[in-house]
């Protein structure tokens, strides 16, 4: 059914075609027996893809990557469709709208899309009442969903400052996610890589170690990286995570690279996703878990549009696997195919 209808999507704006499936699908989750046809047509139970990470149970290792649903909006819809767990967010302190549009452009050649999106999101305090209701009213056979949250700072916040945000949407969001994402490695909000550098991360993530427990409960918080780190840099990720404790890593972010991109949008300015980084994430991935011995988790995202695809990510060492750009390109029965792949080996 997708491929019929992803040559009608791809001919409007990327940005409006999100907001207009996503709606659609509340639509038909919402009416009688949608939920239980999407669950038919896409999603897949099996004891076997069971997997705990940093503690928490996953019923399956694909998940939906941040940026998708950024407002906690569609969870339901995505648990109906197979995902293992999702990530909402980039979520921030305050509502901003994020950069001017258009600010999404689709390179079907390259089967890639560039975003600079800007962390558009309704704030903080909307996104957690977002998902405390979702809690409250988790329909039958999503219990098992995992929920993370991916946290950044807001654009009008100087670096220097930037620790107060990140609390901020970490206390706000501590009862009502499974774990949490500090996101400092998107390109579209002016500054933020800058926060990668050790001094400044340390600091952030220090912070919130130290305010990671509220009636003995913790929560697993994941670093999020850009592909386009150096070797040192990386060494200097590893270090970071050792010290700091912190549970895991994400590899990764978009890539601000365009070799060899042949779209007619590959100028725009804004980070690349899918195909043209399925090589480099994965090359992340390795020499991180490679450099720190496999001594923390790795959640490996970037370029996935297969089931072989995911299978590098994992026999790279990763963990866990995220979708975003390939979902688009390639539907919902990526997941199952990735799925049935991970069963067959």
């Known amino acids: 059914m997708y491929s019929l209808l992803k040559p009608l999507l791809f001919q409007f704006d990327p940005e409006k075609v999100h907001y207009f499936v996503t709606r659609n699908l509340r639509r038909v989750n919402n009416f009688p027996g949608g939920a239980a046809l999407s669950r038919a047509a896409w999603d897949m139970k099996d004891l076997r893809l069971e997997k705990e990470v940093f503690g928490l149970k996953f019923i399956n290792p694909v998940g939906l ?26 979520v921030t302190p305050l509502p901003q709208p994020g950069n001017p549009k258009p600010r999404m452009f689709r390179l079907p050649p390259d089967e890639a899309l560039i975003n600079r999106m800007g962390f558009n999101n309704l704030g903080v305090d909307v996104v957690a009442a977002r998902l405390a209701a979702y809690r409250k009213n988790r329909p039958k056979g999503q219990e098992g969903v995992i929920i993370g949250g991916n946290i950044g700072k807001n654009k009008v916040t100087p670096n220097e400052d930037a620790v107060s945000d990140y609390i901020k949407c970490f206390d706000r969001l501590f009862d009502v996610v499974d774990y949490f994402v500090v996101n400092v490695s998107s390109p579209n909000t002016p500054g933020l890589r800058a926060l990668q550098e050790k001094e400044p991360l340390m600091h952030i993530l220090n912070t919130l170690q130290q305010r990671n427990n509220k009636n003995g409960i913790s929560r697993p918080i994941l670093l999020k990286i850009a592909p386009d780190l150096t070797d040192d840099q990386l060494n200097d990720i590893v270090e970071i995570v ?4 912190i549970a895991g890593v994400i590899a990764t972010n978009t890539t601000i690279s365009r070799d060899g991109l042949t779209g007619k949008y590959k100028g725009e300015a804004g980070g690349l996703s899918g195909k043209p980084l399925t090589k480099r994430s994965t090359e992340v991935i390795a020499y991180l878990h490679k450099k720190s011995n496999g001594a923390f988790p790795i959640i490996g995202v970037g370029g996935i549009h297969s089931a072989d695809d995911a299978m590098e990510k994992l026999n790279a060492g990763a963990s866990l696997v995220q979708l975003y750009t390939g979902f688009i390109y390639e539907g919902p029965g990526l997941i199952k195919r990735i799925n049935k792949k991970i069963l067959s080996v």
């Open 242 to 245: 050792t010290e700091t404790k």
């Open 65 to 90: 990557a941040a940026g998708f649903d950024k407002n906690g909006e569609v969870i339901s819809e995505m648990a109906n469709l197979g995902f293992g767990f999702v990530e909402v967010g980039t």
